[in-house]
């Protein structure tokens, strides 16, 4: 169990990194999310088939797999938009709300038990996103973009706990993915037609931080965390990523400046984000040394 924690956060400290190239990279969302699937997609093929861990699914399996994938794409089409329609400090805030879309979907898709603890720790963050949304009027479209973003990515993390014992790893990485990039691709014209805009190509620079973000924060990050998530529970690792906002803010302050946007009411609500992260840690260690970690 120490183990998979441990991995758990390594996977978090990669995915702080992910707002950051998200703001870095200078494509739209749609297009930024297009090419990120399928720079993962080429990374893993080859390496997959060379291992041969790339069994063939069944068809109602593949069905499945595709689903969930179009899930974790509808996640990053969201929380890019709430990106650029907010800051990567407000984006990642509002995706400390999956613990508490966790604890209302697992019970429902996992069987789980309703846990009123889980409600009160994750109702913190809660607590915290109502604060900075109903006191900072800047990029309130942004919040509520990145709320849905939020809740669509917990959808996808218990599903993916669903069906995770059913497929290696690898393979239930690879079609996911594969999943979301067809999925998007028939998308892309009617999206395209609607905006009435040029399909986007990177250059060099904006290549270079989609390798970045494809391989780092999507291959090894995703992988890591599949590998937690069989010995954690779905709601463990929703609100574990909430130390997410915390490293990515660190980050966005030191690399794009943002220390300058923080507001009295920002720094309450992450205060309160923190401390519903810091209960979570403390409940999980204290069962650890008891030996009941049914996390």
């Not at 407000?90 to 613990?99: F, K």
């Not at 479209?141 to 959808?155: K, Y």
Request: aromatic share 12%.
């Amino acid at each position: 169990m120490r183990a998979a924690l441990i991995k758990l956060h390594i996977s978090i400290i990669l995915a702080g990194f992910t707002g950051i190239f998200g703001k870095l990279i200078r494509l739209d969302e749609t297009p930024l999310v297009w090419w990120r699937l399928l720079l993962a997609l080429m990374v893993m093929l080859p390496a997959l088939r060379l291992a041969g861990a790339l069994p063939p699914p069944s068809a109602p399996a593949l069905a499945a797999l595709f689903g969930v994938g179009g899930l974790q794409c509808l996640h990053w089409l969201l929380f890019y938009a709430s990106i650029r329609l907010s800051t990567v400090s407000v984006a990642l805030v509002c995706i400390s709300l999956m613990g508490f879309f966790s604890a209302l979907f697992s019970p429902w898709i996992l069987g789980a038990k309703w846990s009123l603890r889980e409600f009160v720790y994750s109702g913190l963050s809660l607590a915290g996103v109502i604060l900075i949304f109903h006191f900072d009027s800047r990029y309130r479209l942004g919040i509520a973009v990145g709320v849905v973003s939020s809740a669509v990515a917990s959808l996808f993390v218990v599903c993916t706990k669903k069906i995770s014992g059913r497929h290696p790893p690898g393979a239930l990485f690879f079609y996911q993915i594969l999943g979301g990039w067809l999925i998007l691709t028939v998308f892309v014209p009617f999206y395209l037609a609607a905006r009435q805009w040029a399909w986007q190509w990177p250059d060099k620079r904006d290549l270079a931080y989609l390798a970045l973000l494809s391989i780092f924060c999507t291959v090894v990050l995703y992988i890591i965390q599949w590998q937690a998530l069989r010995r954690v529970s779905a709601f463990t690792v929703n609100l574990s990523l909430n130390l997410e906002p915390v490293y990515s803010i660190i980050l966005a302050s030191l690399i794009l400046g943002e220390a300058r946007d923080f507001t009295p009411s920002f720094c309450a609500g992450l205060a309160l984000i923190l401390l519903s992260v810091a209960l979570q840690t403390w409940r999980l260690t204290r069962a650890a040394d008891g030996g009941n970690l049914h996390a």
